[in-house]
């Protein structure tokens, strides 16, 4: 079976960072920047995409899945989030609308469950 890259998305409250690992667990690609302080759900969306978007010259093959992290709560597995951070997306879909953008399946933990398995390696 071969594996692929995937796109790790981390959504904070200060900061968004992306970046695509390989098969093999090597990083090929990462980008962070400040969370903006904006109240729009779908422009805080838009700039993830725009920010994933911007490592992919860097990347040299498609990510064929994303993981993301995201404070809670979440409702899992269907990836609806409710960020205490981000007031703007209450009931928001996460998972739905990262599929839709990027065209791959996607795969969500709050923040804690994802942090915890990374400190745990």
Same mark, same amino acid.
């Given at each position: 079976?071969? $594996?692929? /890259?995937?796109?790790?998305?981390?959504?904070?409250?200060? +900061?968004?960072?992306?970046?695509?690992?390989?098969?093999?667990? #090597?990083?090929?690609?990462?980008?962070? *920047?400040?969370?903006?302080?904006?109240?729009?759900?779908?422009?805080?969306?838009?700039?993830?995409?725009?920010?994933?978007?911007?490592?992919?010259?860097?990347?040299?093959?498609? /990510?064929?899945?994303?993981?993301?992290?995201?404070?809670? /709560?979440? #409702?899992? !597995?269907?990836?609806?989030?409710? !960020?205490?951070?981000? !007031?703007?997306? $209450?009931?928001?879909?996460? $998972?739905? #609308?990262?599929?839709?953008?990027?065209?791959?399946?996607? *795969?969500? +933990?709050?923040?804690?469950?994802?942090?915890?398995?990374?400190?745990? $390696?």
């Amino acid at each position: 079976m071969s $594996r692929g /890259p995937v796109l790790g998305i981390d959504i904070g409250g200060t +900061k968004l960072a992306v970046g695509v690992v390989d098969g093999d667990g #090597r990083v090929s690609g990462y980008l962070r *920047q400040s969370t903006p302080l904006i109240g729009d759900g779908e422009e805080l969306l838009a700039t993830i995409v725009a920010l994933a978007g911007r490592m992919a010259p860097s990347v040299s093959a498609c /990510p064929l899945a994303v993981g993301v992290g995201c404070g809670g /709560p979440m #409702r899992y !597995p269907a990836g609806i989030v409710s !960020p205490l951070h981000i !007031p703007a997306w $209450r009931d928001f879909p996460l $998972r739905a #609308r990262l599929e839709r953008a990027f065209g791959r399946h996607c *795969q969500g +933990k709050s923040c804690d469950v994802a942090s915890g398995r990374t400190e745990a $390696r």
